[in-house]
């Protein structure tokens, strides 16, 4: 399925006016045609795909570049909903420059308004800013309205040593500078290190809700246009379902809000 430019070009630009609203933009992460369709349902107004999420949901390891093939699929499967969703590419699957472009271009013909790129790597390094930078760059050139969303790990990857704000602020001035749209610094945990990275660039920043961290009214406080939730529904959803089987089990009820067999077919016909 190939989208309509001017429909592209018009729903691009609402998911960039989402990051610029009164209120921060909470992007639940899917994983699946099924779970995108019920946070559309829901009343969300975009939505992110999880690479865990779907990596697991396929039997394939994540952050390694196993999922661009499921990846491509579900951004198309997606485009029947009809709504504003970004795909999450890893860290572009091993792709050149000019590779990556490509792959983004091929997600936007199918629908995707949004791309989320990382600079971890899957030997737990962080790619060359220079390197990171140039396919920022390619991306923009290749699909000028698409929103990307760079993600650096600085404070993910943090087995080597521990976190330096400063080196995670000269990579996402770096990625801004090579085009990219907002910055995404999951990990980031510490309010006063949210704020400062907030104030120190001039892009939406985008970080991961953390349950044991601020609330979205505090991250919203603190400067945050975008919240994701990252693997973290696929994994409560997971745990439902398992925690549901052992109250079978046991004897014990179940909860009594689970949707409906004729809800969900209804999802499966949006």
Not at 18 to 37: F, R, T, V
Not at 88 to 100: K, L, N, Q, S, W
Not at 250 to 262: C, K, M
Request: with cysteine; glycine share 10%; aromatic share 4%.
């Amino acid at each position: 399925m190939t989208v309509d430019r001017q429909r592209a070009m018009t729903a691009a630009r609402a998911f960039h006016a989402l990051h610029h609203g009164d209120e921060p933009l909470l992007l639940p992460n899917a994983w699946d045609y099924g779970s995108a369709a019920a946070l559309i349902a829901a009343g969300f107004p975009a939505i992110g795909t999880t690479s865990l999420g779907v990596a697991v949901a396929n039997g394939l390891p994540d952050g390694q570049g196993a999922t661009r093939a499921e990846t491509v699929a579900l951004a198309h499967r997606l485009a029947r909903l009809s709504c504003l969703y970004s795909v999450d590419i890893e860290g572009g699957f091993g792709g050149d420059p000019a590779g990556v472009a490509e792959l983004v271009a091929e997600l936007a013909d199918a629908g995707a308004v949004g791309v989320n790129l990382e600079d971890g790597r899957p030997d737990g390094a962080l790619a060359a800013t220079s390197a990171q930078c140039a396919r920022i760059a390619a991306i923009k050139a290749r699909v000028p309205d698409l929103f990307v969303n760079a993600r650096t790990d600085t404070h993910w990857l943090t087995a080597a040593r521990p976190p330096v704000l400063a080196d995670t602020i000269d990579r996402v001035r770096a990625y801004q500078a090579a085009g990219a749209d907002g910055v995404f610094v999951p990990g980031l945990a510490d309010p006063a290190e949210i704020g400062a990275l907030a104030r120190a660039v001039d892009a939406p920043l985008n970080v991961l809700f953390l349950p044991a961290g601020p609330t979205v009214r505090q991250l919203a406080e603190l400067g945050v246009r975008r919240i994701s939730t990252g693997s973290l529904l696929f994994r409560a959803a997971v745990h439902a379902a398992v925690a549901t089987v052992r109250a079978i089990a046991a004897g014990r009820p179940v909860a009594p809000d689970i949707p409906s067999y004729a809800e969900m077919a209804e999802l499966g016909r949006r």
